[in-house]
Every structure is written in structure tokens, then in C-alpha cells.
């Protein structure tokens, strides 16, 4: 286990779930050396994974009304999407009810009529598709093991794809090496107008898959970089320095 003081620990069917702290941070785990989620206390709002900034930088290139986060986690995205614009109605769909409770109890998890959790398994959740279409679906569904394999299957995406408005986007967290998967490039080209990706410092493969033909110039213009990490108070551009399309 991590070396930090431990807050709280639960188990469930999936296995254990623990709440670490380290003096200024707090860290939820599924098991030995594995940090789901990181916030700074004094600042939730900015996220401490490169992945979550990866993630967050396709605000350069949308500006959303609604969103879907499938995996709540520590709450990371939520609380960095409501510093962007506390007006998104918000839907994070997360497998374990214990992480739900847990990120309103120890992640100060910002609570309103703008976000609706859902207990839910995230696949389930849009295959049934009762939600309204939305203008960005956040795919960040990880288990102690690394991805939900589920959330790179032809299904899965065909769904993101049937849940998001006519311009929206699918974000999707995975591994380093799914950046060498033809398959999932070649479902996603199948859906999605699109596709480019960056790599980690951390060793994420982050996609961004646009449904319209999309001019991505906003990822090196300098202008729009730097207003865009005023208003979520972290350097975005660090998390762009190797985006590119993803053909």
C-alpha cells in the first residue's frame, strides 16, 4: 500500500477501496500502489493526474452545455469541469455505489441540481439510452487492473457515439500501449469523423474523437492554451506536447 496515512477502507464484490492522505492530498485506491483519484484539499478543482488534464483539454476545442463522465472515481473531472463553467449539467455514472459515497464524503464532491450521479454500470448505462444526448462523453472506466475493456469494444463506442449531440465529442482514457491497437483506431474512424490523441507523461493514451470534421488548431494556438488554463488554473498546453491524429 501506498505510504499514507489511510482514512477509511470498505470492501464490495469488486474488491477493496481505500482513502489515503499524504499531508496536502487525498487519494482513493483499489489496492497496492494504485491511485485512482488525487486532490489537492485546498484546490480540488485542479486535477493532479496528467491523464485528467489530457482529458480536460478538449474544452479548447468544445464548450459544453452537458456532459457524461462515465467513472466518478475521486470526482477529479467533475470538480474541474464546474471550475470551468458551474452552469454544465453534469451526469457521472459509476459502477460501485461505495466511490460514490466516498468522494461526497472524503473528495468534496461538488453537490447540485447541475450534477446526477448514477449507480450504474457505465456500458449499461448508455446501451440503455434513456439519457439526452449530450455535448462530450468522458470514458474513464478503470478497475485496480488497469482499463474496463469494455469501454474499447465496437458496442461500447457505437453507443458514445448514439448518446452525444451532432458536433460532441468521446474522450477516452486508456493505456500507452492501445496506441498501437488497429482495432480500436479503426471503430473509432468508423464512427467518428475525427480521431486524434496525445501521450502522457504518465503513460495515458488520451483520444478525443470529434462526430463532425474538426479543425483541432486550438491544441497549439497559444492564445486559446493560455486563457483556457487561466479559467481551470493548470498549464493545459503541458498535457499537449505530443497530440496528434490518431490515422
Known amino acids: 500500500m501506498l505510504d499514507y496515512q489511510q482514512l477509511h477502507q470498505c470492501n464490495d464484490e469488486i474488491g477493496p477501496i481505500f482513502v489515503l492522505e499524504d499531508n496536502d492530498y487525498r487519494i482513493l485506491s483499489f489496492g497496492d500502489n494504485d491511485e485512482q483519484s488525487k486532490i489537492l484539499k485546498a484546490k480540488p478543482h485542479v486535477p493532479q493526474h496528467t491523464y485528467i ?5 478538449v474544452l479548447l476545442f468544445s464548450t459544453p452545455k452537458s456532459a457524461i463522465i462515465l467513472g466518478l472515481g475521486g ?19 459509476e459502477l460501485r455505489q461505495d466511490v460514490i459515497d466516498i468522494s461526497k464524503r472524503y473528495f468534496q464532491l461538488p453537490i447540485g441540481k447541475k ?10 448505462f448508455l446501451a440503455k439510452g434513456d439519457h439526452k444526448r449530450v455535448d462530450i462523453i468522458f470514458a474513464d472506466m478503470y478497475i485496480e487492473q ?3 475493456e469494455k469501454q474499447l469494444t465496437k458496442e461500447f ?84 506536447t505530443r497530440f496528434t491524429q490518431w490515422e
Open 115 to 124: 450534477l446526477n450521479l448514477v449507480h450504474q454500470d457505465g456500458g449499461e
Open 146 to 148: 488497469g482499463v474496463d
Open 53 to 57: 488534464q489530457a482529458m480536460l483539454a
Open 157 to 240: 463506442i457505437e453507443h458514445c457515439h448514439k448518446g452525444l449531440k451532432a458536433d460532441g465529442f468521446l474522450v477516452l482514457n486508456c493505456w500507452k500501449e492501445h496506441s498501437k491497437s488497429e482495432l480500436l483506431k479503426q471503430t473509432l474512424s468508423q464512427q467518428f469523423a475525427n480521431v486524434y490523441a496525445t501521450l502522457t507523461g504518465g503513460g495515458n493514451w488520451v483520444i478525443y474523437a470529434s462526430k463532425q470534421p474538426h479543425s483541432f488548431s486550438a491544441a497549439s494556438n497559444k492564445q486559446q492554451l493560455q486563457q483556457l488554463s487561466q479559467q481551470l488554473d493548470y498549464p493545459v498546453g503541458r498535457s499537449l
Open 75 to 93: 470526482g477529479g473531472l467533475v470538480h474541474a469541469l464546474r471550475r470551468f463553467d458551474a452552469g454544465i449539467k453534469l451526469t457521472a455514472v
